[in-house]
């Protein structure tokens, strides 16, 4: 999914993205289950089985990042087809079902409008667009949804 021109575009990853960061964002994603209950599933077409990408929540560590955040990457073969949005909501309901959060965050670079879709169809606001400590050379709108 990484190897896809549009992915690396949209989330500003740099073209030479191998095996090496693949296995290092595996490692942080199972940390991030393991510590802090939170992470990404591999999302699978269920009618061919076929890998279609990542999605769930997001929670480092870091000073500046708001909370919990609800996010997808998926293979261009597969965008338009509903998948983000639906893994983006179970996701929701996963995240306010095992954690006490007011709230849940999508940090979408400016011009990634099809990510900003997704988040507005899953009942996200634009809250503020700031640069991040860990992404300083492109601003990120900060979306908000309050749990229900």
């Keep these: 999914m990484l190897q896809a021109p549009e992915v690396r575009a949209s989330l500003h990853l740099p073209d030479d993205i191998g095996r090496e960061q693949a296995w290092n964002a595996i490692a942080a994603q199972l940390g991030q ?45 597969h965008w338009g087809k509903g998948y983000a949005t639906e893994g983006g909501r179970a996701t929701i309901d996963y995240v306010f079902a095992h954690h006490d959060v007011h709230e849940v965050w999508s940090l979408i670079l400016e011009e990634n409008t099809r990510s900003q879709g997704v988040a507005r169809r899953l009942g996200f606001e634009l809250f503020d667009t700031r640069f991040t400590s860990h992404f300083p050379d492109a601003p990120h709108g900060f979306w908000r949804l309050p749990r229900a």
Excluded: C, M, N
């Design 33 to 77: 289950w393991e510590l802090r209950g939170t992470g990404q599933w591999a999302a699978v077409e269920k009618a061919s089985g076929e890998f279609v990408g990542r999605l769930g929540s997001y929670w480092p560590e870091r000073a500046d990042w708001p909370g919990i955040e609800i996010g997808w990457a998926l293979h261009p073969r």
